[in-house]
């Protein structure tokens, strides 16, 4: 039954994620903000299980990593320990193919990455798309995450980018 319901899950995943990207790009923006990802974000809690995680960046990455539907095309690729001026950050890459990849749509991305938002902010952190498969010629999305309350504002999100 567990596993028949992560294949279900992976499914609605890829459909849910084509949906909300067009979303993203049209006027009916606010149906994918405020219903379809909120949906989505409840979904993957509920078949994922939610968990309590310890308050570090390390812990929440990998809570990240445990509730997407594969490590393979979303996950860790380095933690940077704390230092004197920077915060402990996980680092990661989203491989997954973007139904915005190449587009130039970088505010649209950053619409459409609320789910990941939602998804670290709820175990306690926050969540930053760094560089973005919108941007023409990336293949992956970079990603940065530090738990809730940390200073942000050395790292410069995809859509802030000149």
Wanted: proline letters at 5%; one cysteine or more; glycine letters at 6%.
């Amino acid at each position: 039954m567990a596993s028949m319901l992560r294949r279900a899950f992976g499914k609605v995943f890829s459909a849910g994620l084509a949906v909300n990207a067009a979303l993203t790009r049209s006027r009916l923006r606010v149906l994918e903000q405020r219903l379809l990802t909120p949906a989505f974000v409840t979904l993957t809690k509920w078949v994922r299980g939610s968990r309590p995680v310890e308050p570090t960046a390390a812990a929440i990455g990998s809570e990240w990593e445990r509730l997407l539907a594969s490590r393979k095309t979303a996950h860790v690729t380095n933690v940077e320990t704390q230092t004197a001026n920077t915060p402990e950050t996980a680092y990661g890459e989203i491989s997954v193919h973007c139904p915005l990849r190449g587009t130039g749509d970088v505010h649209a991305c950053h619409r459409l990455m609320a789910y990941d938002r939602a998804l670290v902010e709820a175990a306690g952190g926050q969540f930053i798309v760094l560089d973005s498969q919108a941007t023409p010629g990336r293949t992956h999305c970079r990603i940065a995450i530090r738990k809730r309350g940390e200073r942000v504002d050395d790292l410069v999100p995809a859509h802030e980018k000149p």
